[in-house]
């Protein structure tokens, strides 16, 4: 898990990660045998037996530092990855935290560009709310909402939700899957844990090797084992029609 990519060294969330650093870590990967690939590709995989060796990278918001720091390096290290987007902030800023410097977010010409140039494209909602505390039609905007306008955007629903924030409850699961997600991606989602409540790793700029085997080795440990769920080795393509194998 992700989120910024940028030299910026004013950072009191831990959400940057220094592009030197990203490319030690992709190198990390690459130097074990292991490939980043998005969420959607590394589920994919895994229907049809085929997910060794590879690892699932997330980009949380849609900074537009995606553009110029993260994507040419994994495209370096050729991976992939998943960007959650905020259509209801096309063109913003990271106005839901409350200190720190400002980040721009990806507009709707962006998010294109990140999607043409090979990465997964998922929703985070519109605008970033803790769906734990939003009433049923909030709720529904920003999970439904949000997958069909991103649709509108690329011409493709996303399959991927992110939870803002990592706070998710049953309601918000549920509201995830009845939209039409093919996955939900949390943080530690505990007994929630399922394909449309993933856990993920929090990767920052002070995960050099070491700390990047340990957490290789104790994620397994610290999170609930995923409950056998089937996830379709076919995925709908995009909304004019057709399967994307």
């Known amino acids: 898990m992700y989120h910024s990519v940028s030299p910026c060294t004013e950072d009191p969330y831990r959400i940057t990660v220094t592009p ?3 490319d030690r870590q992709l190198r990390w990967l690459r130097n074990r045998g292991l490939t980043g690939v998005s969420v959607g ?4 995989a895994g229907a049809r037996g085929r997910a060794t060796g590879l690892v699932g990278l997330t980009f949380d918001d849609g900074y537009t530092d995606f553009l110029e720091y993260a994507l040419p ?4 290290h050729a991976c992939t990855a998943t960007v959650f987007v905020l259509p209801g902030r096309l ?4 106005a839901w935290d409350r200190e720190g410097p400002r980040k721009p977010l990806l507009d ?8 043409r140039a090979g990465m997964e494209i998922g929703s985070h909602g519109m605008l970033h709310t803790d769906l734990t505390l939003v009433d049923d039609a909030t709720l529904t905007a920003e999970v439904a909402g949000s997958r069909a306008r991103l649709a ?3 011409g493709s629903a996303p399959q991927g939700f992110c939870y803002p924030y990592g706070l998710l409850d049953t309601r918000a699961v549920e509201a995830v899957r009845a939209a039409g997600y093919g996955y939900g991606c949390a943080i530690d989602p505990g007994p929630l844990t399922a394909l449309h409540a993933l856990p993920r790793v929090h990767i920052g700029s002070s995960d050099h090797w070491l700390r990047l085997h340990l957490k290789r080795t104790l994620h397994p440990l610290r999170r609930r084992p995923l409950p056998q769920e089937p996830y379709p080795a076919r995925l709908p393509g995009p909304a004019t029609g057709g399967d994307a194998q």
């Open 41 to 44: 590709e590394l589920l994919l």
């Open 91 to 94: 063109g913003g800023d990271n």
């Open 152 to 154: 509108d955007l690329t």
């Open 20 to 22: 030197d650093r990203l």
């Open 73 to 76: 390096l994994l495209h370096r």
């Open 108 to 115: 709707a010409d962006g998010i294109r560009e990140v999607s």
